[in-house]
């Protein structure tokens, strides 16, 4: 394994075999970079910024302990805006695969927003055709405190209107953009508006599709132990609103993102729990 840190930007960089990398901000632990061998898996916008002053528009920024709009302090929490730092003792390295791991505690900023001790440990692993992330979280206190949490990963596509969601098909979900609540009717979602839903209780894997007229095109397996899947895709109108995304960029992302945010999760003290996902590179020639 390899790894280097830019005091530019203070990025980590996980390097692989066959041209797989990985780079991660420690502003907000923001996985902004993953490439399977040569091939970019995530979507990161040419206008995100990378030097502390926003959250990142891209990659995967961790959402704690609140997702959406918050009374507390800011929306999607504190997690994806405040610096984590590099574990040097916990990193690892064999079998081919490469891995980092990045830790945020409660300080005088957070309590001031959210009056909890926590610890957050988050593992950044890259192996072949496979990037798993891992988010422990321990309560440090000796009373239990709730939170949601969702890792909000953006998604490189080569066409919005080509591609695809498998594997939500019966699932009940909110619709943030008209507010209401439906039942998922299609084998294969697809997104052609402002899309913002959160499919709730999944019950397995979802897979993106790349382009659903041409099956043979590898796939992108997301896998997590987290409750609900959220998709979102702004589209041209609200595109345009976002000073950190491109008015065109729509057109090459779309966000699926695993979270456990439909209900609250309750950490008793003195306690911890751990959520993972695994976005896994399939070919035509695998199964599932």
């Not at 791991?101 to 909890?116: G, I, M, S, Y």
């Not at 066409?159 to 969601?165: A, E, Q, R, T």
Request: hydrophobic share 35%; net charge negative.
């Amino acid at each position: 394994m390899m790894s280097d840190i830019s005091n530019k930007r203070q990025e980590v960089f996980l390097k692989g075999k066959e041209g797989s990398e990985c780079t991660i901000n420690l502003h907000g632990a923001t996985v902004t970079s993953w490439k399977n061998k040569g091939e970019e898996i995530l979507f990161c916008s040419e206008k995100a910024l990378l030097d502390g002053s926003k959250a990142v528009r891209g990659g995967i920024p961790l959402v704690f302990p609140n997702f959406g709009p918050w009374t507390l302090g800011p929306q999607h929490g504190f997690a994806r805006i405040k610096k984590w730092r590099e574990d040097d003792a916990a990193s690892q390295s064999g079998d081919g695969a490469c891995s980092k791991v990045f830790v945020l505690e409660d300080d005088e900023e957070t309590r001031k927003l959210w009056n909890e001790r926590f610890r957050l440990e988050y593992t950044v692993k890259m192996e072949e055709n496979k990037l798993t992330t891992s988010l422990k979280i321990y309560n440090k206190g000796e009373s239990a405190f709730s939170f949601t949490t969702l890792m909000h990963t953006y998604f490189r596509v080569d066409d919005i209107d080509k591609s695809g969601v498998k594997g939500l098909k019966g699932v009940s979900y909110d619709d943030k953009v008209d507010g209401g609540q439906h039942v998922e009717d299609r084998e294969t979602v697809r997104i052609d508006k402002n899309y913002d839903r959160i499919y709730k209780n999944c019950p397995g894997p979802v897979e993106l599709i790349p382009d659903v007229d041409k099956p043979g095109l590898s796939r992108k397996l997301i896998a997590s132990n987290l409750n609900d899947i959220v998709v979102w895709n702004p589209w041209a109108e609200k595109a345009k609103s976002m000073s950190d995304f491109g008015d065109d960029e729509y057109h090459n992302m779309v966000c699926v993102e695993a979270g456990t945010v439909s209900e609250q999760v309750s950490l008793a003290g003195n306690s911890d729990v751990v959520f993972s996902q695994q976005i896994i590179v399939v070919d035509q020639h695998s199964k599932m």
